[in-house]
C-alpha cells in the first residue's frame, strides 16, 4: 500500500487500521519511517505515531530489536511534539526492554508510567498490558490490586460531592477493578470481594449517556451489524442510516463510544450481539412492525440478548477486535472513540 506524498492524521488512522493485513508489512513500516525522514507528516505531533505504527509492524513481523530501535525514536518524538504523558509509547518500549532481556530499564520506565494508573483508566489498560505481555503478570496483578484499593478508598472519602473529582475517581476504580479481574482470571486466581464488585460495579459515575442517533439501541443488549449484514440492513432499509450511521465505520465508531460511555456510568458485563438481517425482517414480520420502528429493533436487540451469540467487551488492547475485523482492539475500534 504506497503512501502519498503528504500523510495527515486521518491517513494513519486508515493505515494503522489495515497495517496487519498488508501484503508486505516490513515495507510499509519502512514507508512510514522514510515520511518522518522526509518530513512527509503533515503535522508534527504525529510524528510519533507514524513510528509508533512502524514499530508495532516490525514487532509482529519479529524484528524485536528494529521495534525497539523505532519505538525509542517514537517516544523522542512524542516527548518534543505529543502529548504531556506520551504514556502508551513509554509503555510499548518499556514491554520491548522486558522482551530483549534489559529489565532493571523496563521497570524503571514502568515505575515512572505506574501514577498514570491512578488517574488515567486508560493507562490502566496499557500499562498493565506492556507488563502482561513483558512477562510480568504477577506484577501487573499486584500494581492493580493496590492501585484499585487506594482508588476505592478515594472514591468513598468523595462520595456525596457527586462532582467532577468523584467521577474520575470513579472511572479509575472501574477500568483498574475490570482489568485486574480480567487479568486473575487469565492467571487462573479464585475470585475474592474486588472481582465481584468488578462484576456489579454500577454506581461508578453519574454520567448518563449522551442522546444520538444511535441512543436506542444501547441498553443492555448492545446491537451491531457486521459489516456483510450492515450492507444488507442499510440497502433493505435507507433510512436506518439515521440511526446506525451511513457506513459501517461510522457505525463502529458510533458504537464504541457508546460503549465506552456505558462502561463509565458503571455499566458492567458488556457484550456486544451480533444482528443478522433477515432475522430483524423475521422478527418485525412475527410482531407485526417494520424494522424501521425503534421499538421493533430495542425488541429484536432483546431477542438477542435471551438467544446469545455474544462478544464480551471490552477486549484487551492486543486482542482481536469486537467487531469482527480480526486486528487488533488497540488498532480497530479503540481509536474510533477517540476521533
Known amino acids: 500500500m504506497p503512501l502519498g506524498e503528504l500523510l495527515t492524521s486521518d491517513d494513519l ?19 512510514l519511517v522514510a515520511a518522518v525522514e522526509q518530513g512527509r507528516v503533515a503535522e508534527k505531533p504525529d510524528i510519533g505515531f507514524a513510528l509508533i505504527l512502524a514499530a508495532e509492524i516490525t514487532d509482529r513481523e519479529g ?7 523505532l519505538a525509542e525514536r517514537a517516544v523522542e518524538a512524542y516527548r518534543r511534539w505529543g502529548d504531556a504523558q506520551y504514556g502508551f509509547p513509554r509503555a510499548f518500549r518499556a514491554e520491548l526492554l522486558l522482551r530483549v532481556g534489559r529489565e532493571n530499564e523496563a521497570m524503571a520506565e514502568f515505575a515512572a508510567l505506574r501514577p498514570l494508573m491512578s488517574r488515567d483508566p486508560d493507562a490502566v489498560s496499557y500499562v498493565s498490558e506492556a507488563l502482561e505481555t513483558g512477562g510480568r503478570a504477577e506484577v501487573a496483578e499486584q500494581w492493580l490490586s493496590e492501585d484499585l484499593a487506594v482508588a476505592l478508598r478515594r472514591r468513598e472519602a468523595l462520595d456525596g460531592r457527586r462532582g467532577g473529582e468523584y467521577q474520575q475517581a470513579a472511572v479509575v476504580a472501574y477500568a483498574l477493578a475490570q482489568q485486574r479481574y480480567r487479568l486473575r482470571r487469565d492467571l487462573g486466581l479464585p475470585h475474592d470481594e474486588h472481582d465481584r464488585l468488578a462484576a ?48 459501517w ?16 456510568s458503571g455499566d458492567s458485563g458488556l457484550a456486544v450481539f451480533a444482528g443478522v438481517a433477515e432475522q430483524l425482517a423475521g422478527y418485525a414480520t412475527r410482531h407485526g412492525g417494520d424494522p424501521t420502528d425503534p421499538d421493533i429493533r430495542a425488541g429484536y436487540a432483546q431477542h438477542l440478548l435471551n438467544h446469545p451469540r455474544e462478544t464480551p467487551w471490552p477486549p484487551g488492547r492486543n486482542d482481536a477486535c469486537w467487531c469482527g475485523s480480526q486486528v487488533k482492539y488497540k488498532k480497530c475500534c479503540l481509536p474510533r472513540s477517540r476521533a
Open 200 to 247: 456489579n460495579l454500577r454506581e461508578a459515575v453519574q454520567e448518563t449517556l449522551t442522546d444520538g442517533p444511535a441512543g436506542r439501541e444501547l441498553g443492555p443488549a448492545v446491537l451491531f451489524w457486521p459489516k456483510a449484514e450492515f450492507d444488507a440492513v442499510v440497502l433493505r432499509w435507507p433510512a436506518l442510516t439515521g440511526a446506525y450511521g451511513r457506513t
Open 63 to 69: 524484528d524485536l530489536g528494529g521495534a525497539l530501535a
Open 249 to 264: 465505520d461510522d457505525h463502529r465508531a458510533q458504537l464504541q463510544k457508546g460503549l465506552e460511555s456505558m462502561a463509565a
Open 13 to 31: 488512522d486508515e493505515i494503522g487500521h489495515a497495517a496487519f493485513d498488508a501484503d508486505e508489512p516490513l515495507v510499509l513500516a519502512g514507508e
